[in-house]
């Protein structure tokens, strides 16, 4: 790459970063990890020529990581490609929704590894034990981390994987009938029938004792 490209991408990512912060409200070295999988992810999508259709985004956790991977792909819950997947994973796939050709990005094993002094304070803070002082140098090694994964050669930060999968195509807008027990309407599709009564699903938890077939043990 020339000087000048060079520079060029860096204020780019710089800018990008910046989005990231802004819809996510701090810095903090989850953010960066889905930044940089996010770069990783859409620079193997415009390798393989698959960037050209729809993308649909899948999150193996609904932490920091997360919030980079809605900036920099676009993909949202109510565009409905943005899935999340409760694995707690710092895991991250892309792929297109025709073709379902795309890549999952993951984080490697120790590439996050925190300083023991920075895992000490953390535990202090999360206990509510940490002095002023303790919680700025916290905060230091914090932001020291995540300018540190920023800068990471991408391939000491995750493997990729080549993955294909299609996706179904959910009905994203349906008629809604009226919850028989607390009257809101509901999408058809979610409706639960119990005792010949169509119910939504928080009076299904809240009151589901009641509607229960058989007693709860
Ligand atoms: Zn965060
Ligand atoms: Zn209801």
Redesign the pocket.
């Known amino acids: 790459m020339k000087k000048e490209a060079m520079k060029e991408a860096y204020v780019l990512s710089e800018q990008q970063y910046h989005k990231c912060m802004e819809f996510?409200g701090?810095v903090?070295p989850?953010?960066s990890i889905g930044f940089r999988a996010a770069q990783a992810g859409l620079d193997w999508l415009k390798e393989n020529r698959a960037e050209d259709e729809e993308l649909v985004a899948i999150v193996e956790t609904d932490a920091?990581g997360a919030d980079a991977i809605q900036v920099l792909t676009g993909c949202t819950f109510g565009k409905g490609n943005l899935l999340h997947r409760d694995y707690g994973k710092q895991a991250f796939t892309l792929l297109g929704r025709r073709t379902g050709r795309g890549v999952r990005v993951c984080l490697r094993p120790g590439a996050l590894e925190l300083t023991e002094r920075h895992r000490q304070l953390m535990e202090r803070i999360q206990g509510n034990e940490a002095t002023k002082e303790e919680r700025n140098e916290f905060g230091r090694l914090h932001q020291q981390k995540s300018r540190e994964i920023l800068e990471k050669p991408l391939r000491e930060l995750f493997t990729l994987k080549e993955i294909s999968q299609v996706l179904p195509l959910k009905a994203r807008i349906e008629p809604s009938r009226p919850c028989q027990v607390c009257r809101e309407p509901v999408m058809a599709s979610k409706i639960q029938i119990r005792h010949e009564k169509e119910i939504c699903r928080s009076c299904l938890e809240e009151k589901g004792a009641f509607f229960t077939d058989y007693p709860r043990r």
């Open positions: 996510h701090h903090c989850g953010l920091c």
